[in-house]
């Protein structure tokens, strides 16, 4: 039988919580035997939620945690001083080695600081990028950085694409991942001063599939399995792409009802048309890792609900399996070895 994957689970982040995190880790654990959950939070309050389902006890353990961080908190001030919240509880338990990854819907700035703060960075890594995979017509690609640097410098990207690339091959199973940098045009001579000092550094490596440039418009089409981005214009794409995607959603379904005839045409293209939007669906992919620490940290979105909840802790488990800090730390002593 293979490794439990120990996850620590933030009950009281997110715009939902803690109902829907803890309906998230029951269905998690009904999903696979290869989890164990620690559910950090107000111990009665998170009892509470959880007597409302019936689940192997044995799989989920409530650990106490008195306060929260809430989402308008600043973030170095707030994992400071509320030492018993359950962000900074659900990280140490990573940092102790009690569990393998903490997933947290809560507030983003302190999920960040508290990952390099607590947790720590893996030796070589100068920036930890946050990790998205976002639906394109070819399956997914990973869009890094999404919100966690915006002012990058070039190392910073090579490290991205690095990360990324190994992300991509050994979670998701792209083999040799293409890789391209953000930019405003094809040509290698576009972008800004960041862009073209990265660009050529990207180019000679050896160990990715560097493509070149992509446009935001090439996207969603999926010419790219990994985006690198500083995290400025990678949050923009992001955030576009998630409102977007909702609106055109629901126009479509607004415009299947708007008629007796297009209710009829719904109805025999409904089985079809629901597999497709499941596809774009956001909550089908999990949350966004903060590649690069030494332990997993996960961000899912703060509206996150039980599906993505429950997805993002399956991801953790391989994450843990196929070693994925491992591969990263292989790679960055590699680098230095190197003197690259």
């Known amino acids: 039988m293979s490794e439990i994957t120990g996850v620590a689970l933030d009950a009281m982040g997110g715009d939902h919580a803690p109902a829907e995190m803890v309906k998230g880790a029951v269905d998690a654990i009904n999903k696979s035997k290869q989890v164990k959950i620690f559910l950090v939070g107000r111990e009665e309050t998170v009892q509470s939620e959880l007597e409302k389902y019936t689940y192997d006890k044995d799989r989920i353990q409530i650990v106490n945690a008195t306060e929260v961080i809430e989402t308008a908190e600043p973030p170095v001030n707030a994992v400071r001083r509320k030492k018993d919240s359950s962000i900074v509880v659900g990280m140490k338990l990573v940092k102790s080695g009690e569990a393998d990854a903490f997933v947290s819907a809560g507030n983003s700035g302190a999920i960040l600081v508290g990952g390099q703060t607590l947790i720590g960075r893996i030796k070589g890594i100068e920036r930890p990028p946050l990790a998205p995979l976002i639906p394109t017509a070819k399956g997914v690609s990973l869009l890094l ?109 607004e415009g299947m009802m708007s008629t007796l005839r297009s209710k009829i045409g719904a109805l025999l293209v409904k089985p079809a048309l629901k597999e497709t939007l499941k596809q774009f669906d956001a909550t089908e992919y999990g949350g966004a890792p903060l590649l690069g620490l030494r332990g997993l940290v996960v961000k899912t979105h703060g509206s996150a609900k039980a599906k993505e909840i429950s997805n993002s802790i399956i991801q953790c488990i391989t994450f843990k399996e196929q070693q994925i800090n491992e591969k990263i730390m292989t790679c960055i002593q590699t680098e230095s070895g190197s003197g690259e």
């Not at 293409?178 to 990207?202: M, R, S, W």
């Not at 010419?223 to 909702?246: H, P, Q, R, T």
């Open 145 to 253: 950085d999404c919100g966690a640097n915006v002012d990058a410098r070039p190392s910073h990207l090579v490290q991205f694409a690095k990360m990324g690339s190994i992300y991509m091959e050994h979670v998701i199973g792209v083999k040799k991942p293409k890789v391209a940098i953000v930019n405003i045009g094809a040509e290698e001579e576009k972008g800004n001063a960041l862009v073209k000092e990265t660009f050529p550094l990207l180019k000679k490596l050896t160990d990715i599939h560097f493509t070149g440039s992509i446009e935001a418009r090439d996207i969603p089409y999926g010419k790219a399995d990994v985006i690198v981005s500083e995290a400025f214009a990678g949050n923009v794409i992001l955030k576009l792409y998630e409102g977007l995607g909702a609106v055109l959603i629901g126009k479509i379904k």
